[in-house]
């Protein structure tokens, strides 16, 4: 067996039983490898649990999930973690080898810094969601960019992130660019570091993919709906922003006959304007 890291590894999961294997089979390739990998189960059945046994060796262990959605699983399992230098990355994803090994290098001890990376589309990058491939690092720090976080390859500090509040679920599906925008305008550090790399598998059909632009946009106008309740007028201009956007990705889209899942813009139309709403009167409770 390889060396050991005293890094956890956090991995939420729905229950998509051969894409946790073989998220885990990339993690048991890694070479020092983490000391423990928790695997968020919120699926209802015997499978994942029966997968993650097989994995045991390399320090997996199931973390059963009431809840459904990617935050509260992402919460529940670094509140779960052992240690408290964190790696998350979700089912859908594989890691390179040196992943673990890499974010302990930069982390450096700092555990009040969050690292964000690379996520490389496997498949059809057209249908692959959420990646990126910026070959230079960034530092967000200083800023109040919502859109500098990739929540399937971060790397962060257990303690500060949960004295921080974690995710707020009521914004999910966008609940990682609240995160960063709170995260990052309260004054605390958020860098994207490229040589952090996992790869985002294609495994959705084009009707599900269609389907997820418009939950993300959705989850847009919930978050965009938060800030604006508590006096951030700012998120207008992004609104408007977004809007014009989505309706010219619409018209494109229709003159071309480019069908819906091919732009993520095309949510915007069906997506933006709910989640406003929902958010509106979600966040007005607070």
């Not at 960019?145 to 679920?169: E, H, I, K, T």
């Not at 069908?259 to 949510?267: A, V």
């Amino acid at each position: 067996m390889s060396a050991t890291l005293p890094v956890s590894v956090v991995v939420p999961t729905a229950g998509r039983a051969e894409l946790v294997r073989q998220c885990l089979e990339s993690l048991a390739k890694c070479d020092p490898h983490a000391s423990e990998i928790v695997i968020v189960d919120q699926s209802r059945g015997q499978e994942i649990a029966d997968i993650v046994s097989g994995f045991a060796d390399i320090g997996a262990r199931r973390v059963p999930c009431e809840e459904r959605g990617v935050s509260p699983g992402t919460n529940l399992g670094i509140s779960e973690a052992s240690h408290e230098i964190v790696l998350v990355t979700h089912d859908d994803c594989t890691v390179d080898p040196k992943w673990p090994e890499t974010a302990w290098r930069l982390m450096d001890g700092d555990l009040d810094q969050i690292l964000t990376g690379r996520v490389l589309p496997v498949g059809d990058p057209a249908t692959v969601p959420s990646t990126r491939d910026d070959p230079k690092p960034h530092d967000s720090s200083g800023t109040r960019d919502p859109g500098s976080l990739w929540p399937n390859d971060m790397v962060l500090g257990r303690s500060a992130f949960l004295a921080f509040d974690g995710f707020d679920v009521r914004c999910e599906p966008a609940e990682d660019l609240d995160f960063a925008f709170r995260w990052l305008d309260a004054g605390n550090r958020l860098r994207y570091e490229p040589e952090l790399v996992v790869w985002h598998h294609d495994w959705r059909n084009h009707e599900e993919l269609a389907r997820l632009y418009v939950a993300y946009w959705r989850g847009h106008g919930k978050f965009y709906a938060k800030h604006l309740r508590r006096g951030e007028r700012s998120f207008l201009r992004l609104i408007a922003q977004d809007l014009a956007d989505g309706a010219r990705a619409f018209w494109e889209g229709v003159r071309h006959r480019r069908p819906r899942w091919s732009d993520r813009r095309r949510g915007v139309v069906r997506g933006l304007l709910p989640g406003l709403v929902e958010g509106w009167r979600l966040f007005g409770r607070d």
